[in-house]
């Protein structure tokens, strides 16, 4: 565990001290600067770095162009807002365990950095293993690396996440 902050939240939520053996746990800054990456259909605002809302714009112009939907579900999480939802599960009766097989504890998630994406597409469901049958997905496989965006959490990942075929991160030079 680094940091205190890590570690006051991991006290709060009662995390085993297993957890930190298991789990290969890295931290992340709050992004400084955030600017509008796009806006839903309903005017919620998703709001990433400077550099990846250039990049992700580029992609989303150029997979439109294939015929590919992309559309962002979430973009910057603060760590406070990270808490919260945190909170929420627990709150709702889901165990820790099962929060943290999905979920990244405040401070470990790569959406504090503003370079985090979850992709939707029409037609599958959001944050669901099937975005990994659609269009979308195969065209982010052979594309999203020339616009400096990775697949975070394949399957097997080191961080003991699921598999998130949705999650995508714009990552410099
Ligand atoms: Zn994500």
Redesign the pocket.
């Known amino acids: 565990m680094n940091s205190a902050r890590l570690h006051h939240f991991a006290q709060e939520f009662g995390v085993p001290d297993d957890f930190f053996l298991c789990r290969q746990v890295l931290e992340y800054e709050e992004a400084e600067q955030l600017v509008t990456a796009a806006t839903n259909a309903d005017g919620r605002e998703h709001r990433l770095s400077p550099e990846a809302a250039k990049a992700w714009k580029e992609m989303h112009a150029a997979a439109l162009n294939s015929g590919i939907s992309l559309f962002i579900?979430?973009a910057f999480r603060s760590v406070q807002r990270q808490a919260e939802l945190i909170r929420r599960k627990l709150a709702a009766g889901q165990s820790i365990t099962e929060v943290l097989s999905v979920s990244a504890l405040p401070g470990c998630?790569?959406?504090h950095t503003g370079n985090?994406?979850?992709v939707g597409t029409a037609g599958y469901a959001l944050?669901e293993t099937e975005f990994e049958q659609s269009p979308a997905f195969a065209w982010l496989t052979d594309n999203a690396a020339s616009f400096g965006f990775y697949l975070?959490?394949p399957r097997g990942n080191p961080y003991g996440y699921n598999f998130?075929p949705?999650?995508w991160c714009y990552r410099k030079g």
């Open positions: 579900v979430s998630s790569e959406h985090a994406v979850d944050l975070s959490f998130e949705w999650h």
